[in-house]
């Protein structure tokens, strides 16, 4: 599985941004996709999941701001997020995963990453 993620960027406090998973080859056929964030000197931190039936899960810390999404027919995974704020800013990666899990261990495939910044 390759997965591509893109949509990041710089925004103001308050703002919203829209990130784009997009999965190739052995795509996501009953698998879960992920999106988790890295701050610098921080942990990888679990951001949301999706399955490919729709189940969701968001991390307490953006609970309410975020919501994940997916095309199937397009194997790629969404994710809206609004009023965010300067601690959103973190480099953002999507994975996918065999099994149901907010865990970034349980994940086997990374994409390379995407940059969001927010600034006060």
């Known amino acids: 599985v390759q997965l591509q993620a893109s949509g990041g960027g710089l925004v103001q406090a308050g703002g919203s941004l829209s990130l784009s998973c997009a999965a190739s080859?052995?795509?996501?056929?009953?698998?879960?996709m992920g999106w988790f964030r890295q701050a610098p000197g921080r942990e990888r931190e679990f951001v949301a999941a999706?399955?490919?039936?729709?189940?969701?899960n968001t991390g307490d810390s953006v609970k309410g701001r975020v919501t994940i999404s997916g095309d199937n027919a397009k194997n790629t995974v969404y994710l809206q997020m609004n009023s965010l704020k300067p601690e959103d800013t973190a480099v953002y990666y999507c994975?996918?995963?065999?099994?149901?899990?907010?865990?970034?261990?349980?994940?086997?495939?990374w994409g390379q990453g995407t940059q969001v910044t927010v600034s006060s």
């Open positions: 994975a996918s995963s065999t099994l149901w899990s907010s865990k970034s261990t349980r994940y086997d495939h």
């Open positions: 999706i399955t490919r039936g729709g189940l969701t």
């Open positions: 080859g052995r795509t996501f056929s009953g698998y879960a």
